[in-house]
């Protein structure tokens, strides 16, 4: 079973950045394709951004591209979520996922994928 911690949320005004990051251990095949999901208050789970486990394939929902950036460091196990112009309705909990099936048009978590407990990220008006 993969572990997955996230970090980095918390409460910004809108406009500004807040960078999300993602450890996942405990993998016995390497390296997975990774994914941030995210859930409002009275709203469906939703996938924000996922990628490849070679980085050379991205997913961004329409609502956060160009504003949202996913990278990942395979040296460190590591996921980052670099959010930039902020908006209210960003506002949600933010999960990472190890294990998601990924191309340019849409990120599924596997049956199996591993969820992190979740970071809270807070939009003021």
């Known amino acids: 079973q993969v572990q997955v911690v996230e970090s980095g949320g918390g409460l910004v005004q809108a406009g500004g950045s807040l960078r999300l990051s993602c450890t996942a251990s405990?993998?016995?095949?390497?390296?997975?394709?990774m994914g941030w999901f995210r859930q409002a208050p009275g709203r469906e789970r939703e996938g924000v951004a996922c990628i490849s486990r070679s980085g050379s394939i991205t997913y961004y929902q329409d609502s956060v591209n160009g504003r949202f950036s996913a990278t990942r460091d395979n040296a460190k196990n590591t996921l980052y979520l670099q959010m930039n112009d902020l908006k209210p309705e960003d506002t949600a909990m933010y999960y990472c996922?190890?294990?998601?099936?990924?191309?340019?048009?849409?990120?599924?978590?596997?049956?199996?994928?591993?969820w992190g407990q979740g970071t809270q990220v807070t939009v003021s008006s």
């Open positions: 996922v190890a294990g998601v099936s990924v191309d340019y048009n849409r990120c599924t978590p596997a049956y199996s994928a591993s």
């Open positions: 405990g993998s016995k095949n390497g390296a997975n394709n």
